[in-house]
């Protein structure tokens, strides 16, 4: 979805002074008895015990007769800016580090001796989960060992800071979750809510549309930091970018095995959502036992949320497919988001539902606020779109406890059946149409496409999804 970014990552060597007499001279002896095996002829030489040699000759060490020289004299530092199996440029650091807002620089200072007078470390990163998107802000990264010519701090924290740009697809409600709200726990989850946020591209609006959640992640203000020209925000640990795992999934593989990462787990992030916008229902409806004694939920008829969509993927017969529901046993929810949509509000509505169905898009993240146990039902447009399909919304709800069922359109449900010939790679061979690229078949398959679902086929989905709610 984003094209690769070769990362920029160097390794450092911190060098050992050797402090007393006796380990001089003891050192000198042993380079003196290996010598042949991992330096040239007279590199030594004149110099004496000093042993003042370069970090060019330490790097051009590498037989595994040179152990013991590299145990000495260096230590192996890993990069400070790195590129995430995701894609994301992602950088960790602690010490005196320095955010120069005006000139998009965090700074980290070093006594490093070899970072000599004027030198720098320096990566360039977009604090997004995505790459490739050019209208993000750029910051640069430097390790740098010549404080003086450095700004000076006019802020001092004693908290942590995360740097992140609430740009790119912020507004999106699938990107909102799976691009920043679920990397923003991930990233703050060791702080335990004493960290602060530092919102480059800020959008104001994106911010209190979701402080709900955020406040469950920080207990500090989110600064814009782009706004702070006239200051240099100081701090000992930071963050800038956003771990992200997968879509809308943290990826056990990625999380440290220990206690305290333990409960870092779609669990605990869908707990955190459900307190965040005091949604009451954890489980949804059984229809296992529909007269079970002091469960008000059981003498009601379960509920199904029918997501919309106007513009693009628009199911043509929404009213056949609300009947059915009903027919089968549904109380029905007809409903479309908009971008503007009370996410409170909406939330108390998702929640207080047992299905969940739509066609591929945006709006199924919704899922996150469902209770658990209950079915998502993703209806896949025409075109080989079923492993994008699954990837996204389908494999999410194994560790967010859901139920997944899916509904493949044919091509006689597809508004594109009247477009293109039966002969038309467009029908014929969706694969190829994927071959070309993901900008040739989104404006196809997504963007053109509606479809008019067959009823007497989608009913036995309908009734799948009521025998799920009863296990």
């Known amino acids: ?172 409600l699938f990107h909102d979750f799976a691009d920043l709200i679920l990397p923003l726990y991930t990233t703050s989850f060791d702080f335990k809510r004493d960290v602060q946020f530092l919102a480059s591209d800020y959008q104001s609006w994106w911010l209190w549309k979701y402080h709900k959640i955020l406040e469950k992640f920080t207990k500090h203000e989110i600064m814009a930091i782009d706004r702070q020209k006239q200051e240099v925000h100081c701090y000992k640990k930071m963050v800038a970018g956003l771990n992200l795992h997968k879509e809308l999934i943290i990826d056990p593989s990625l999380v440290e095995s220990n206690q305290t990462r333990s409960s870092l787990s779609m669990n605990n992030f869908r707990r955190l959502i459900r307190e965040a916008y005091s949604l ?78 739509g066609i591929h898009g945006a709006g199924l993240t919704n899922m996150v606020f469902l209770p658990e146990n209950a079915v998502l039902i993703q209806v896949v447009p025409f075109g080989a779109m079923d492993w994008i399909a699954k990837h996204t919304f389908g494999d999410p709800c194994v560790d967010m406890k859901l139920q997944y069922l899916e509904y493949s359109i044919g091509v006689k449900e597809s508004s594109l059946a009247l477009k293109y010939s039966s002969e038309d790679p467009v029908l014929k061979d969706p694969s190829s149409i994927h071959r070309k690229g993901w900008r040739e078949m989104s404006s196809i398959y997504l963007h053109n496409q509606n479809v008019t679902i067959d009823i007497g086929r989608f009913k036995s989905t309908l009734v799948e999804a009521l025998k799920l709610l009863s296990q």
């Open 1 to 172: 979805m984003y094209d690769p970014i070769i990362a920029k990552s160097f390794t450092r060597y911190d060098r050992k002074r050797l402090g007393c007499c006796a380990l001089v001279m003891f050192t000198i002896t042993i380079f003196s008895t290996f010598k042949p095996h991992f330096l040239p002829s007279g590199s030594i030489g004149d110099h004496g015990g000093n042993l003042p040699f370069s970090l060019n000759s330490m790097l051009e060490i590498s037989k595994p007769t040179d152990v013991f020289h590299l145990e000495v004299e260096t230590k192996k530092l890993e990069p400070i800016c790195r590129i995430l199996e995701a894609g994301a440029d992602y950088c960790e650091m602690e010490g005196d580090i320095r955010i120069h807002a005006n000139s998009s620089t965090i700074f980290l200072v070093t006594s490093d001796e070899k970072i000599v007078e004027n030198s720098t470390i320096s990566w360039s990163i977009q604090p997004y989960p995505r790459k490739g998107i050019h209208y993000i802000k750029k910051w640069t990264v430097k390790i740098a060992g010549n404080i003086s010519n450095i700004p000076e701090c006019t802020q001092i924290h004693k908290s942590p800071a995360i740097l992140f740009s609430t740009s790119g697809y912020a507004g999106n």
């Open 280 to 357: 009451e229902r954890t489980r949804a409806i059984s229809t296992r036992n529909t007269a079970s004694k002091g469960d008000y939920l059981s003498r009601l008829r379960p509920r199904i949320m029918i997501i919309t969509r106007q513009k693009t993927r628009v199911l043509m017969n929404h009213d056949e497919v609300s009947r059915a529901a009903r027919d089968v046993g549904f109380e029905v929810i007809l409903i479309e988001p908009e971008i503007s949509t009370n996410i409170s509000r909406f939330a108390q509505f998702v929640n207080s539902c047992d299905v969940l169905m």
